[in-house]
């Protein structure tokens, strides 16, 4: 893997363009399947006047997960549907970067319209994990999440529904962040369920992770749930966890967790402990529902926000048109996948006349309840730790079958987006080779506890210093 | 119990053609997952408000200024159809 600081330290010995031109040369020699689009062009070009750039990312190299509109590169979300589709605007996230000097290398694979665990569901067929490549790289952000485990960028955005930044962070052993809900504006990023997602960072280590939220995090009026205010949480990158309380909710070592999630994240509390931290059990009685609430909710919302994929102003469209209900119908049929195709039905029928109380209404107030076991839980406690997955990365092939089992691995993910908390994983452990992911969850806008936690947790670890062999 | 009719239905509503061998499998998946939901009414809810919303946000209000939009031409640009510089759709009526 390689760093924001190598980087810029390779930028200053030859030229950005040189810099671009490996990376590009990397992602394209891959074996991981790790992008959808490389925008070769555009970065060379963009490349050129990035040596002179004063920005805090000059010159280095951004994969862009497929929801995010990029003006000029086409963006498909991984889906059928959107094949071709060439964004006229960047989303707000992709505007700071290039701000900050970022060169936008391409678009990474993602499960279709970031609906899974596994990015499996890519009309583009999936990208493998770079630590074994009969594995998944999990999801929904695979790509953002392989492509820098395999060392083609330093630096990638994912975004995060169900928690579909971490489970990939987790599974490729890299860091990746799921910000408080309205820190990132979401102007751009093409909606799934959109009371949950939030844009995330990923990168190799803490540190680069922290610079990435940085330039990306703050308010945008195009995004009404963007909250006001900038803050520079690379002052968060403190070595220090003297005097913070970490809560470590027992509901989240549930049956079926693998012994070496279980031991690691263990090990990870009395490493913190070691440092000055104290540690105590805490209950979060509902996180048992949690899994059931957020998929009504995300499947509502997704019926609802996938309604404007009709092939009118973009996309699949056949060749000749029928009536308006018989062609919208064929459209949506040949373009959406399976696991698309479901969830709308699902969030269609949970939003029917005669269910919506039963389903709906009910996940909501599931919602404040489980929102509540947040807000007791960190009421004496600073930040909250729990494995990001209950198992390492499984098999190409495993679950993807069965829809309930692959919904199931979300478990540990799932409340954070239901209650909007941040929250982070980083590698903790290995089993049998394979990268285990410590999550540490924090306050509604108290990135910083948990970013010095995160940062602390490693600066007196090596798991981070590990990369898979590639070539 | 979500019959094969009910998938036909909700497919209608959703706008999404089910070809006919394809509505038996969703309905046997339906039936799987609305299983699973299922497990919430075992919740005690009474007196419990809804989350819509994470953060307390109430109308966020903006003055009404002109600002730079996308031209028509970049607007309709990536639209399959397209007549006059406006979307072609199927004929409604």
Same mark, same amino acid.
């Given at each position: 893997m390689i760093t924001i600081s190598q980087t810029l330290e390779a930028i200053r010995n030859s030229s950005a363009e040189e810099v671009v031109n490996q990376s590009i040369d990397r992602i394209e020699g891959g074996k991981f399947k790790t992008f959808i689009t490389v925008a070769k062009e555009q970065a060379l070009e963009a490349a050129k006047?990035? %040596?002179?750039?004063?920005? $805090? #990312?000059?010159g280095v190299p951004v994969a862009i997960k497929d929801n995010m509109s990029t003006r000029g590169i086409q963006t498909t979300c991984a889906s059928k549907i959107l094949e071709g589709y060439v964004p006229p605007y960047d989303a707000h996230v992709v505007e700071r970067l290039k701000a900050a000097g970022a060169i936008i290398v391409g678009k990474v694979n993602m499960d279709e319209f970031a609906m899974g665990t596994s990015t499996e569901s890519s009309y583009y067929g999936p990208t493998l994990n770079p630590w074994d490549p009969e594995r998944v790289p999990g999801g929904s952000s695979g790509g953002s999440a392989a492509t820098v485990a395999a060392g083609e960028v330093p630096l990638s955005l994912g975004s995060d529904t169900g928690g579909s930044v971490r489970c990939p962070a987790s599974f490729c052993g890299v860091v990746g962040l799921k910000p @408080?809900?309205?820190?990132?504006?979401?102007?751009g990023l093409i909606s799934y369920a959109n009371s949950l997602e939030q844009i995330g960072p990923i990168a190799s280590n803490v540190e680069d992770m922290t610079l990435l939220f940085n330039v990306i995090a703050g308010h945008d009026p195009r995004d009404s749930t963007s909250v006001v205010g900038e803050k520079d949480y690379t002052k968060a990158l403190v070595d220090d966890v003297k005097g913070l309380t970490i809560g470590v909710p027992k509901e989240y070592f549930s049956e079926g967790i693998d012994p070496a999630v279980e031991k690691s994240v263990w090990d990870g509390v009395r490493k913190l402990e070691d440092l000055g931290a104290s540690w105590q059990e805490v209950e979060m009685p509902h996180t048992k529902y949690a899994l059931a609430a957020y998929y009504v909710i995300a499947m509502s919302e997704a019926s609802s926000n996938l309604a404007r994929f009709d092939g009118m102003r973009y996309g699949l469209r056949l060749e000749k048109d029928h009536d308006w209900h018989t062609t919208y119908s064929e459209i949506r049929a040949r373009g959406f996948g399976e696991e698309v195709k479901r969830r709308i039905l699902l969030g269609t029928y949970a939003l029917s006349a005669g269910y919506m109380d039963k389903y709906y209404l009910k996940a909501l107030k599931v919602r404040t309840l489980i929102k509540q076991d947040f807000e007791k839980a960190l009421k004496d406690t600073d930040v909250l730790l729990a494995? @990001?997955? $209950? @198992?390492p990365a499984f098999k190409l092939g495993e679950k993807i079958s069965d829809p309930l089992t692959l919904y199931m691995a979300d478990v540990n993910t799932v409340p954070i987006n239901l209650a909007g908390v941040p929250s982070v994983s980083l590698p903790c452990g290995f089993s049998e080779g394979l990268p285990i992911g410590l999550q540490i969850m924090g306050r509604h806008f108290d990135e910083e506890t948990v970013i010095r936690t995160a940062y602390t947790f490693e600066q007196n670890t090596d798991f981070h210093t590990r990369s898979p062999e590639v070539v | 119990m979500i019959t094969t009719k009910d998938v036909e239905h909700i497919g209608w509503l959703a706008r999404l053609k089910i070809e006919e061998e394809q509505l038996e499998g969703y309905a046997e998946q339906l039936n799987s997952v609305l299983g699973y939901f299922g497990? #919430? %009414?075992?919740?005690? @809810?009474?007196d419990v408000e809804p989350t819509y919303h994470v953060l307390e946000m109430n109308n966020v209000f903006r003055d009404d200024e002109v600002t730079d939009c996308l031209s028509q031409d970049e607007a309709i640009g990536n639209a399959p159809r397209t007549q006059d510089g406006y979307f072609k759709a199927p004929r409604i009526i």
């Open positions: 006047g990035a %040596d002179s750039h004063s920005g $805090p #990312l000059a @408080t809900y309205g820190v990132i504006s979401r102007y494995p @990001t997955m $209950p @198992t | 497990q #919430l %009414d075992e919740v005690n @809810t009474k």
